[in-house]
């Protein structure tokens, strides 16, 4: 094993409720020229204002924090080794704008410019769905169009929210519109509930997004599913949208806009796995909200999604 990859400290080093609690208690790296050896880090946005329901986003990344502290390194169900194959460590918050939501947008666009100039893949903590769109934008800059695979019970294609442009509803409409997406390898899985027009899932369709609405996936494995996906949006570089209130909320409760109907926990692990072998160059895990969270079962759900995104990254083995 390369002695320069970073390894999260074990639970025979320190107990798993002590010590810092970083991502995976992974080091904590700021430095401009530390950052030049990472392939991958975790990001942390604390967003929620962008949050049309219940708030509580901003206290996302550091729960899914805390709860990282179960996860250990080597995938059993995989083989993935991410650990002794990449160089990752935890990079930090980002430092939004509380009090201004387009401002927000343009500090985490800038930020996330500046973490790319070091060819590092974000997996990003959140936060709303709100963050994805200037993650989306510094990544286009750096890519061009981008394939998505985006897991939610919403559509998050409103064209406005209370007359505003910008919110965790608008995210993906605001992508298109700006040219961000290649639209026949976009994706969205577990779309549900009801819709303020009936067209709402519709307006997706006719960019050529592929919608697979939540009661296509009940009683199924989403292998078969994540087959065809795999097929549709290889070819390019992709970025994968998780919100965690794709989810039934009977597994993850602690988030701002639950929506009964949802993914379970297995087929969640199943369309991740599922991405293995594209060429992901991001991933997010977003809307956990802690003060809806009261076993912290919603943020462990999180943790261990993001533990999965790390593994199918490009350049992490299987043993």
Known sequence: MPKNFHQPLGGNEMPRFGGIASMFRLPVIKEPNDLDLLDAAFIGV??????????????????????????????????????????????????????????????????????????????????????????????????????????????????????????????????????????????????????????????SRRQGFRVVQAEECWHHSAEPLMEEVYKQVNGGPVYLSFDIDGIDPAWAPGTGTPEVGGLTTIQALEIVRGCAGLNLIGCDLVEVSPPYDTTGNTALLGANLLYEMLCVLPNVRRL
Request: glycine share 8%.
């Open 46 to 203: 604390p967003l929620d204002i962008g949050t049309s329901l219940r708030s509580g986003t901003r206290f996302g990344p550091r729960q899914i924090r805390a709860e990282s502290v179960m996860i250990r390194p080597y995938n059993m169900a995989t083989g993935a080794a991410p650990f002794d194959s990449i160089n990752v460590a935890d990079i930090g918050d980002i430092a939004i704008n509380t009090f201004n939501l387009q401002e927000s947008i343009r500090i985490i666009e800038e930020e996330y410019d500046r973490i790319l100039s070091h060819n590092i893949t974000p997996l990003t903590i959140g936060g709303d769905h709100t963050i994805t769109l200037p993650i989306l934008r510094a990544l286009y800059k750096k890519y061009g169009k981008i394939g998505l695979i985006h897991i939610d019970a919403h559509a998050d294609v409103n064209d406005e929210m209370f007359g505003e442009k910008f919110a965790h509803g608008t995210t993906f409409r605001r992508a298109v519109e700006e040219d961000l997406l290649d639209c026949n390898r976009v994706v969205q899985i577990g779309l549900r509930a009801q819709g303020y027009s009936a067209d709402d899932f519709n307006w």
